[in-house]
């Protein structure tokens, strides 16, 4: 009787695994605070500095560029000095690279902690952070967990992006700055207190492993990580499945995080749209985001994701087509349908691009998944500089819209062609 009552409460103790993700959860929010930034405070920065738009959107875009080619080391650094290590002195980063803005006189600067500074910090916790966990810790579930830490960098967007604009509005642009530093920072404790490697640490298997299973316990790493992240690069370039994941994942960074997250509000106040109800809707976009990543996540456990890409890119390529002739002085029914709309296909491309990158490259899943999302930044680089030259040239964002969208039609096709292979645990 005692062993069958034993059995029964073991069943029920949640399993640590979702505590961990929980952690990963709260500590990509915090980080999400300086991504709410670029976009409210890029006219702030223009009207008290006089540098263009170009000059501001090539400060994003180290940024964004950074973000991704830290990645894959960092994946390779979270195996060799843990995960605490590593994500506990990127929120440092990222702190110091927003708080010091207060200080600066000279675009020079500006590269430095925007671009430098916050780029490797956020780089080295970005969606790898997310893959590295998943992978580790869960077996069952892991593509709703993957849409669920996803879905985490919208949420911030949603929470801090009301904030920052309202910030900025009051009080100039310094303020939130300071905000975004700060959150970055409170979060720093919780990692160091929760967060844990392998669930073998604490004498766990991966959440849904079977009796015997290895999934979960911790694997020794030797070596330098950069030459590891280099390593499981070469031998993922000879595999087309990675280009054609690298190329679709390019255009899904260019058509998000560099085009709409960081231009946005400006063009939507190109049209007259005041930046404060800009910056809601952009925020809006991101609470649609946490529903569709989350059902993206869960349909990956079920779906070729294949498929579930082909989808995504092609609605997204129709929304940036129609958006230009949508924006205007006020919000109309048909702007909010594209906030709607877009937002649900914001990042779902995550967890299937996981899912697919965990199939073909098994161990070395996470560390690919790491340079597939590094085109993804370059992808978003080259946007966030190009729609900024197209803005200062043309005074409009229309014929970034259209390229944007045509882009997108060529991503569905390049995940067309990616062929399938026995899932791994």
Same mark, same amino acid.
């Given at each position: 009787?005692?062993?069958?009552?034993?059995?029964?409460?073991?069943?029920?103790?949640?399993?640590?695994?979702?505590?961990?993700?929980a952690?990963?959860?709260?500590?990509?929010?915090?980080?999400?605070?300086?991504?709410s930034?670029?976009s409210?405070?890029?006219?702030?920065?223009?009207?008290?500095?006089?540098?263009?738009?170009?000059?501001?959107?090539?400060?994003?875009?180290?940024?964004?560029?950074?973000?991704?080619?830290?990645?894959?080391?960092?994946? !390779?650094?979270?195996?060799?000095?843990?995960?605490?290590?590593?994500?506990?002195?990127?929120?440092?980063?990222?702190?110091?690279g927003?708080?010091?803005?207060?200080?600066?006189?000279?675009?020079?600067?500006?590269? #430095?902690?925007?671009?430098?500074?916050?780029?490797v910090? %956020?780089?080295s916790?970005?969606? %790898?952070?997310?893959?590295?966990?998943?992978?580790?810790?869960?077996?069952?579930?892991?593509?709703?967990?993957?849409?669920?830490l996803?879905?985490?960098?919208?949420?911030?967007?949603?929470?801090?992006?009301?904030?920052?604009?309202?910030?900025?509005?009051?009080?100039?642009?310094?303020?939130? *700055?300071?905000?975004?530093?700060?959150?970055?920072?409170?979060?720093?404790?919780?990692?160091?207190?929760?967060?844990?490697?392998?669930?073998?640490?604490?004498? #766990?298997?991966?959440?849904?492993?079977?009796?015997?299973?290895?999934?979960?316990?911790?694997?020794?790493?030797?070596?330098n990580?950069?030459?590891?992240?280099?390593?499981?690069?070469?031998?993922?370039?000879?595999?087309?499945?990675?280009w054609?994941? *690298?190329?679709?994942?390019?255009?899904?960074?260019?058509?998000?995080?560099?085009?709409?997250?960081?231009?946005?509000?400006?063009?939507?106040?190109?049209?007259?749209?005041?930046?404060?109800?800009?910056?809601?809707?952009?925020?809006?976009?991101?609470?649609?985001?946490?529903?569709?990543?989350?059902?993206?996540?869960?349909? %990956?456990?079920?779906?070729?994701?294949?498929?579930l890409?082909?989808?995504?890119?092609?609605?997204?390529?129709?929304?940036?087509?129609?958006?230009?002739?949508?924006?205007?002085?006020?919000?109309?029914?048909?702007?909010?349908?594209?906030?709607?709309?877009?937002?649900?296909?914001?990042?779902? %491309?995550?967890?299937?691009?996981?899912?697919?990158?965990?199939?073909?490259?098994?161990?070395?899943?996470?560390?690919?998944?790491?340079?597939?999302?590094?085109?993804?930044?370059?992808?978003?680089?080259?946007?966030?500089t190009?729609?900024?030259?197209?803005?200062?040239?043309?005074?409009?964002?229309?014929?970034?819209?259209?390229? !944007?969208?045509?882009?997108?039609?060529? *991503?569905?096709?390049?995940?067309a062609?990616?062929?399938?292979?026995?899932?791994?645990?």
């Amino acid at each position: 009787m005692t062993e069958i009552l034993d059995k029964k409460t073991t069943r029920r103790r949640l399993h640590r695994a979702w505590p961990v993700a929980a952690v990963g959860f709260i500590t990509l929010i915090g980080a999400a605070g300086f991504r709410s930034v670029p976009s409210v405070l890029l006219d702030p920065l223009h009207e008290e500095f006089g540098w263009s738009h170009a000059t501001i959107s090539a400060a994003v875009s180290i940024n964004l560029l950074l973000y991704g080619l830290i990645s894959p080391f960092a994946a !390779a650094l979270m195996d060799r000095l843990g995960l605490r290590k590593v994500v506990s002195g990127a929120l440092v980063l990222i702190a110091l690279g927003s708080g010091l803005t207060i200080f600066m006189h000279s675009s020079w600067q500006l590269l #430095l902690c925007w671009g430098l500074l916050v780029g490797v910090g %956020t780089g080295s916790m970005s969606m %790898t952070f997310v893959a590295t966990i998943t992978g580790r810790w869960f077996v069952e579930r892991r593509g709703l967990v993957t849409g669920i830490l996803t879905a985490a960098g919208a949420t911030g967007q949603l929470v801090f992006l009301p904030l920052i604009a309202h910030l900025a509005g009051a009080y100039g642009w310094r303020v939130p *700055a300071l905000v975004a530093a700060g959150a970055a920072l409170a979060v720093v404790p919780l990692v160091l207190l929760f967060l844990r490697d392998y669930p073998s640490d604490v004498g #766990l298997r991966a959440y849904g492993a079977p009796e015997g299973s290895t999934a979960g316990q911790r694997v020794k790493t030797t070596g330098n990580s950069g030459v590891r992240a280099l390593s499981a690069l070469w031998r993922a370039m000879h595999r087309p499945a990675f280009w054609m994941l *690298a190329g679709g994942f390019a255009i899904c960074g260019a058509s998000t995080n560099g085009l709409v997250g960081t231009h946005f509000v400006t063009a939507a106040h190109d049209h007259g749209m005041p930046p404060t109800t800009a910056a809601s809707l952009l925020a809006l976009v991101g609470v649609f985001d946490v529903g569709g990543t989350i059902v993206s996540g869960w349909l %990956t456990d079920r779906w070729d994701p294949r498929y579930l890409l082909i989808a995504y890119y092609s609605l997204r390529g129709l929304s940036l087509l129609v958006l230009p002739s949508l924006l205007g002085p006020t919000a109309q029914p048909s702007v909010w349908v594209f906030i709607i709309f877009y937002g649900l296909d914001w990042v779902a %491309t995550v967890p299937p691009t996981v899912a697919l990158c965990r199939e073909w490259f098994g161990v070395d899943g996470p560390i690919v998944f790491g340079w597939v999302f590094a085109s993804h930044q370059v992808g978003a680089a080259i946007a966030a500089t190009g729609a900024g030259a197209i803005r200062d040239a043309q005074g409009s964002y229309n014929l970034a819209w259209y390229l !944007a969208g045509g882009l997108c039609a060529a *991503a569905a096709l390049m995940s067309a062609s990616i062929g399938r292979r026995i899932a791994v645990a």
